[in-house]
């Protein structure tokens, strides 16, 4: 029989407590982690296939809002680690405001509809995210809690003295959860459970032993409640409200009530007097006029029931305007009034479970800075299209740099992973090295052939750097090597630009399936995939364009065309799908592939270092020819004339992998 919750809580605390003990600690050591930036976006969204005028530019020393790819908790060691070299300072202590909307249904499948030409797929979670999932639930609530509490601790770490946070959650989990909060940010700064209606009963079953369930929670904490920013404010009055109050009219047609003027000072009703807002009764008393327009509204409480949730919207309206897709995708009149109160301009907003991107969507339009991050691919794709789609600032759309190297390297995770690097070498028929020679359990090599086979962690991107460890292993493991393999789950966005600088045909790289975790659920199954040799291992996937054309086009300019040529996706079998899927997938590749790109972008100066994204187009930028399942492929761009320019063009498909092309002119 299972403990009861109460029970376990306070093994909850202390184990949360002692972990974030070590992330501190880790955070002035050399091995600290960091940001990896994948691309700096200058919104610039295809209108009609031709960019005229100047590129876009930014001063790339001024603040950078960033969305950033990754675990959140590996996402908040680097921001309050900050890296000075990068631009980034330490953030702890600098974020006004923190809003999470983390998931709360145990029994969500996390699977994304995937919508192509004639064809709508269902995605399986990446293996990042399978790992994550499976963790946050494996004990049900407990789990859960375990995952939250070192990241509400450090979320703490991040918030301003004047800070708040505001955390989302329904019927589920949330009354656990606000223990947890009362512990690390105390009860005296709890300052409010929201209520949050967000619809009607309507599609409440009639026979249904309950109510039904339409608010969801959202407790509100100071990080110091003597100090807290805080703005009041206001709900509109209703029509009720303003038809039994506001039940004058005067001459100008103006709306207004009689207040008694008890409370008030002679020098307040002398200005009032000055300004005619002073009416006098028959038997010669005075009162105070309010009018409508005057007034601000009645003063906010906790139960917020004149917002509607998205579902809700497009139940009404067919389609909501805001829906961008994204199954738990919150209201930008939400995220409006929570900004407004716990933040001025200047404020930095965080949020770390960003999913659609409403919280940095309703920042941007207020004029606030802020920093989002989700562990989810299709999360960052909708996220980072809707940005430019509202023709944002520029921001940084960034990723770890090392999940490896601190985040897993002393953690259970980490031991499983190793457990799981020996199977995969296996599969691929290697012979694992002892535990001896082979701390990791991650390197094995191919009886009879000098080949020494590298398995990457899967909570890791590999790139550059992991090539480079591998040449060095072949050259210098155990006496040296004929040739190395690396077989990775989760690539940088510039991995075809590593291979092809290190320029080694004795390196090899090949794509472990994504879905090879649920392939080995049980023993049975992993002996029968080793017997019948049912893993393959793919090439990665890659993008060709057509050759650039360049032409003179005025004093100082000239005009590029770039247009997309084919994209080779990895093998379907290696993409999380179901068999079904799978085959529907095949006939796209066969017929029309570029349909399988998401979003492409182009740098027309490269520099080598840092892929500055200064035009764009997606699928669903209609702009251009009012098809949302495809991109389009040929654009031209006007930029300054310069010699030896090179220019990068990078891929994202609907999977979320990454793609780039180099050429130089």
């Excluded at 976006?41 to 950078?64: C, R």
């Excluded at 960003?354 to 941007?364: D, I, M, N, P």
């Excluded at 509202?390 to 759309?397: G, H």
């Excluded at 100066?605 to 098809?627: A, K, L, M, P, V």
Aim: with cysteine.
């Amino acid at each position: 029989m299972k403990n009861s919750l109460i029970y376990e809580l306070p093994k909850i605390v202390d184990e949360g407590k002692k972990e974030v003990e070590k992330i501190l600690e880790r955070l002035s050591s050399q091995n600290k982690l960091g940001l990896q930036t994948n691309e700096l976006v200058l919104p610039a969204k295809d209108s009609a296939g031709l960019f005229s005028g100047q590129m876009p530019t930014v001063d790339e020393k001024e603040w950078m809002n960033r969305l950033v790819y990754g675990d959140n908790l590996l996402v908040m060691q680097a921001l309050l680690a900050g890296d000075p070299e990068s631009g980034l300072p330490s953030m702890r202590g600098k974020i006004d405001l923190i809003y999470i909307d983390p998931p709360f249904d145990s029994k969500a499948d996390y699977r994304t509809k995937v919508t192509l030409p004639g064809v709508d797929l269902e995605q399986k979670p990446t293996v990042i995210e399978q790992f994550a999932y499976a963790d946050t639930w494996k004990d049900g609530t407990v789990s859960y809690l375990k995952m939250l509490y070192p990241r509400l601790a450090l979320m703490k770490e991040l918030l301003s003295d004047k800070g708040s946070i505001y955390v989302h959650l329904d019927w589920h989990v949330g009354f656990y959860v606000k223990m947890i909060l009362d512990d690390i940010f105390g009860k005296d700064n709890f300052c409010n459970q929201i209520i949050w209606k967000r619809s009607t009963s309507i599609g409440a079953k009639a026979k249904s032993k309950m109510m039904a369930r339409n608010c969801d929670h959202i407790y509100f904490y100071a990080k110091d409640y003597s100090s807290i920013l805080y703005n009041q404010y206001y709900k509109p009055y209703s029509n009720d409200y303003i038809e039994n109050y506001f039940k004058h009219v005067d001459s100008q047609g103006r709306r207004y009530r009689i207040q008694s003027l008890g409370d008030y000072t002679e020098e307040s009703k002398v200005k009032f007097r000055e300004a005619g807002k002073i009416y006098v009764s028959k038997n010669n008393k005075e009162a105070l006029i309010q009018y409508l327009d005057e007034s601000p509204g009645v003063i906010l409480d906790e139960l917020w029931d004149d917002i509607r949730g998205i579902q809700f919207q497009a139940f009404q309206q067919q389609k909501s305007l805001e829906k961008v897709g994204y199954d738990t995708q919150k209201p930008e009149s939400l995220l409006e009034r929570i900004i407004k109160i716990s933040t001025n301009e200047d404020s930095i907003i965080a949020d770390f479970f960003a999913g659609s991107g409403t919280t940095g969507a309703v920042a941007e339009k207020l004029g606030r800075k802020w920093i989002m991050s989700d562990l989810g691919k299709p999360a960052s794709l909708v996220m980072r299209k809707r940005l430019i789609d509202q023709n944002s600032k520029p921001f940084l759309f960034q990723s770890i740099g090392d999940y490896q190297k601190e985040a897993f390297a002393s953690s259970k995770q980490f031991r499983r992973i190793g457990d799981l690097a020996n199977v995969v070498l296996q599969l691929f028929g290697a012979i694992p090295f002892p535990d001896d020679q082979n701390a990791n359990r991650n390197v094995g090599y191919i009886k009879d052939s000098r080949t020494l086979v590298v398995v990457d962690s899967p909570s890791k991107m590999t790139g550059l750097a992991t090539l480079k460890k591998a040449q060095e292993l072949k050259n210098s493991f155990m006496g040296g090597w004929n040739k190395v393999v690396v077989l990775g789950w989760n690539f940088t966005y510039d991995i075809t630009e590593a291979i092809q600088s290190l320029n080694d045909k004795d390196l090899e790289v090949l794509v472990i399936p994504p879905d090879l975790l649920d392939k080995l659920k049980t023993k049975a199954t992993y002996k029968d995939l080793i017997d019948k040799g049912k893993i393959r291992f793919s090439s990665l996937q890659y993008l060709t364009i057509k050759p650039i054309k360049k032409e003179g086009f005025s004093d100082g300019e000239e005009k590029l065309e770039i247009e997309l040529d084919n994209y080779v996706l990895l093998s379907p079998d290696n993409i999380p799908l179901d068999d079904k899927d799978r085959d529907k997938l095949r006939d796209i590749i066969a017929k029309d592939p570029l349909a399988l790109i998401e979003y492409w972008s182009i740098d027309p100066d490269y520099d080598g270092i840092t892929f500055r994204s200064r035009w764009q187009d997606y699928r669903g930028n209609t702009e251009n020819d009012n098809d949302p399942l495809h991109i389009i492929r040929k654009t031209q761009l006007t930029v300054a004339k310069k010699d030896n320019r090179k220019i990068c063009v990078k891929a994202v498909d609907v999977f979320g992998f990454e793609s780039i092309v180099l050429e130089n002119l």
